[in-house]
Protein backbone atom coordinates (compact mmCIF):
# COMPACT_ATOMS: atom_id res chain seq x y z
CA UNK A 1 0.00 0.00 0.00
CA UNK A 2 0.97 3.01 -1.08
CA UNK A 3 1.01 6.41 0.85
CA UNK A 4 -0.41 9.89 -0.98
CA UNK A 5 1.95 12.73 -2.00
CA UNK A 6 0.40 14.59 1.13
CA UNK A 7 0.98 12.31 3.33
CA UNK A 8 4.71 11.62 2.26
CA UNK A 9 5.55 15.71 2.05
CA UNK A 10 3.51 15.33 5.84
CA UNK A 11 6.22 12.71 6.72
CA UNK A 12 8.78 14.04 5.61
CA UNK A 13 8.40 17.62 7.35
CA UNK A 14 8.07 15.45 10.45
CA UNK A 15 11.36 14.45 9.57
CA UNK A 16 12.94 17.62 8.49
CA UNK A 17 11.23 18.75 12.42
CA UNK A 18 13.00 15.91 14.15
CA UNK A 19 16.17 18.38 12.84
CA UNK A 20 15.38 21.47 15.07
CA UNK A 21 16.59 21.27 18.36
CA UNK A 22 15.06 23.29 21.50
CA UNK A 23 18.56 24.64 22.89
CA UNK A 24 17.63 24.76 26.57
CA UNK A 25 16.19 21.32 27.13
CA UNK A 26 18.78 19.50 23.97
CA UNK A 27 15.47 17.86 22.36
CA UNK A 28 13.93 18.08 18.91
CA UNK A 29 10.59 19.59 18.60
CA UNK A 30 9.03 16.04 17.42
CA UNK A 31 9.95 14.30 20.66
CA UNK A 32 9.48 17.30 22.96
CA UNK A 33 5.71 17.43 21.50
CA UNK A 34 5.81 21.34 20.51
CA UNK A 35 4.87 19.96 16.84
CA UNK A 36 0.90 20.77 17.15
CA UNK A 37 0.23 20.15 13.56
CA UNK A 38 1.28 18.99 10.21
CA UNK A 39 -1.08 20.70 7.15
CA UNK A 40 -0.23 19.64 3.59
CA UNK A 41 -1.73 21.21 0.28
CA UNK A 42 0.00 20.56 -2.42
CA UNK A 43 3.38 21.64 -2.51
CA UNK A 44 2.58 24.31 0.77
CA UNK A 45 3.12 22.94 4.05
CA UNK A 46 1.74 24.85 7.53
CA UNK A 47 3.31 23.93 10.60
CA UNK A 48 1.53 24.89 14.23
CA UNK A 49 4.04 24.90 16.51
CA UNK A 50 4.18 25.82 20.30
CA UNK A 51 6.52 26.55 23.11
CA UNK A 52 7.26 25.27 26.30
CA UNK A 53 6.31 28.60 27.71
CA UNK A 54 5.48 32.04 25.73
CA UNK A 55 8.65 33.84 27.59
CA UNK A 56 10.87 31.36 25.50
CA UNK A 57 13.56 33.43 24.58
CA UNK A 58 14.17 31.34 21.73
CA UNK A 59 11.18 30.54 20.57
CA UNK A 60 11.76 33.14 17.11
CA UNK A 61 15.37 31.33 16.59
CA UNK A 62 12.90 28.05 17.13
CA UNK A 63 10.75 28.96 14.43
CA UNK A 64 13.05 30.17 11.98
CA UNK A 65 14.98 27.13 12.28
CA UNK A 66 11.88 24.76 11.45
CA UNK A 67 10.74 27.24 8.39
CA UNK A 68 14.64 26.48 6.93
CA UNK A 69 14.54 22.85 7.46
CA UNK A 70 11.04 23.06 5.62
CA UNK A 71 12.00 24.64 2.68
CA UNK A 72 14.92 21.63 2.36
CA UNK A 73 12.36 19.16 1.90
CA UNK A 74 12.26 18.11 -1.45
CA UNK A 75 9.19 18.90 -3.10
CA UNK A 76 8.25 21.52 -0.59
CA UNK A 77 7.04 24.81 -1.89
CA UNK A 78 5.50 27.52 0.53
CA UNK A 79 6.20 26.84 4.63
CA UNK A 80 4.25 28.52 6.93
CA UNK A 81 5.06 27.91 10.76
CA UNK A 82 2.29 29.25 13.11
CA UNK A 83 3.13 30.06 16.63
CA UNK A 84 0.08 28.79 18.66
CA UNK A 85 -0.34 28.41 22.36
CA UNK A 86 -3.87 26.84 22.86
CA UNK A 87 -3.00 24.12 24.03
CA UNK A 88 -0.83 24.95 26.33
CA UNK A 89 2.01 22.66 26.28
CA UNK A 90 2.89 20.27 29.26
CA UNK A 91 5.08 17.06 30.16
CA UNK A 92 2.63 14.77 28.94
CA UNK A 93 2.62 15.56 25.40
CA UNK A 94 6.59 14.38 25.56
CA UNK A 95 7.00 11.41 23.39
CA UNK A 96 8.09 8.25 24.41
CA UNK A 97 11.24 8.90 23.11
CA UNK A 98 11.50 12.04 24.35
CA UNK A 99 10.95 10.82 28.37
CA UNK A 100 13.68 8.69 27.38
CA UNK A 101 15.96 11.50 26.69
CA UNK A 102 15.45 12.99 29.88
CA UNK A 103 15.51 9.73 31.71
CA UNK A 104 12.05 10.21 32.84
CA UNK A 105 11.40 6.34 31.66
CA UNK A 106 13.61 4.93 34.59
Not at 75 to 84: D, K
Amino acid sequence: MTSSPATQLQDAALDALRDVIDPEVGLNVVDLGLVYGVDVVGAEVHVRLTMTTPACPLGEQIVRDAEERLRAVEGVGEVTVELVWEPAWSPDRLSAAGKEQLGWNR
